[in-house]
């Protein structure tokens, strides 16, 4: 579970990453005096750490267990409806 949370994080991270890029390209004097190269580095980075997490994301066994997390909730969804419809 500790993997999984670390992804999300990672994603809004890197959602986030985004706009403050933007953010800061058209604002560049509510920056500090020369630390504008260094939050540009470091909000590319972010975006690039989350362009990755992405990739890893899609690999085997990650997307399968959120398949099958939906299915079995649309199975539950389906049978708890088909059991009041039964009931009434």
Same mark, same amino acid.
């Given at each position: #579970?500790?993997?999984?949370?670390?992804?999300?994080?990672?994603?809004?991270?890197?959602?986030?990453?985004?706009?403050?890029?933007?953010?800061?390209?058209?604002?560049?004097?509510? #920056?500090?005096?020369?630390?504008?190269?260094?939050a540009?580095?470091?909000?590319?980075? #972010?975006?690039?750490?989350?362009?990755?997490?992405?990739?890893?994301?899609?690999?085997?066994?990650?997307?399968?267990?959120?398949?099958?997390?939906?299915?079995?909730?649309?199975?539950?969804?389906l049978?708890?409806?088909?059991?009041?419809?039964?009931?009434?």
């Amino acid at each position: #579970m500790v993997q999984e949370r670390l992804a999300v994080d990672a994603l809004q991270a890197g959602r986030d990453a985004i706009h403050n890029l933007k953010w800061i390209r058209k604002h560049p004097e509510a #920056m500090l005096p020369g630390k504008l190269k260094d939050a540009e580095a470091y909000l590319c980075a #972010m975006k690039t750490f989350a362009e990755v997490e992405m990739k890893n994301a899609r690999r085997a066994g990650r997307a399968l267990r959120l398949k099958h997390r939906i299915n079995i909730l649309l199975s539950f969804i389906l049978f708890h409806n088909r059991q009041k419809s039964k009931a009434v």
